[in-house]
């Protein structure tokens, strides 16, 4: 069961990955390092729909358990900072799931629908960047949650800063991937703690 759970955790990565190679294969034209992931799932384009349940839906509904696993192994005497951030962490995952929900119009950028994706782009990383940086807080000096706290912090800077970088710096095709990537990498670090975690048992006795 420990392994599967430790797996689980590399799942949203390996499923949008797949996702954005395969249906990035079949798009003619369609460009890894200039054009934005949410390209392929686009109103009008070809297989849009299995595009988005699968790079959008799925890896953020996983994301969204890890999430909520996360927020309810957290030691018993983890402080506000920490707890706040699992939950900012667990409403990313839904907004990451608005993005395939929420197409993109590649016709009109300015029209409604464009802007409710951008709008699910934004409430998505506005929630993880914070979710990050409070959970490193809250737990830099917890036992067993140092290395976390680490990856947290790193996580939340990388994501800031490939939302917040101008398109000069790097191609925006690549600045989304590696945000996306890295919040995506950030899940496969929560299943490895579950051996750490301590949580109280009836009677006063604890279980590993």
């Known amino acids: 069961m420990t392994s599967i759970r430790r797996l689980s955790g590399f799942a949203p990565l390996v499923v949008f990955a797949i996702a954005v190679g395969t249906f ?7 460009s890894h390092a200039h054009h934005p992931v949410s390209l392929l799932g686009g109103k009008g384009i070809a297989h849009a729909l299995p595009f988005n349940l699968a790079a959008f839906a799925v890896p953020g509904l996983i994301g969204a358990w890890l999430a909520w696993r996360l927020r309810s192994r957290l030691p018993p005497d983890t402080t506000w900072p920490a707890r706040i951030g699992a939950s900012l962490a667990l409403l990313s995952a839904p907004a990451f799931v608005a993005q ?3 197409p ?4 009109d950028l300015d029209a409604p629908a464009s802007r409710l994706h951008y709008l699910a782009w934004m409430l998505w990383w506005i929630a993880f960047v914070p979710a990050g940086l409070l959970l490193a807080a809250g737990l830099r000096r917890a036992q067993g949650w140092r290395v976390f706290a680490m990856v947290s912090v790193a996580s939340a800077v990388v994501v800031a800063a490939c939302a917040l970088l101008p398109a000069v710096v790097l191609s925006a095709g690549v600045l989304q991937r590696i945000g996306f990537v890295t919040w995506l990498l950030w899940f496969c670090v929560q299943p490895k703690l579950d051996h750490l975690v301590v949580i109280p048992a009836k009677a006063g006795i604890q279980r590993h």
């Not at 990035?24 to 369609?30: D, P, S």
């Not at 993109?104 to 016709?107: N, R, V, Y």
Request: aromatic share 14%; proline share 7%.
């Open 104 to 107: 993109l119009d590649p016709a």
């Open 100 to 102: 395939g929900v929420l």
């Open 24 to 30: 990035g294969a079949l798009f003619e034209g369609y």
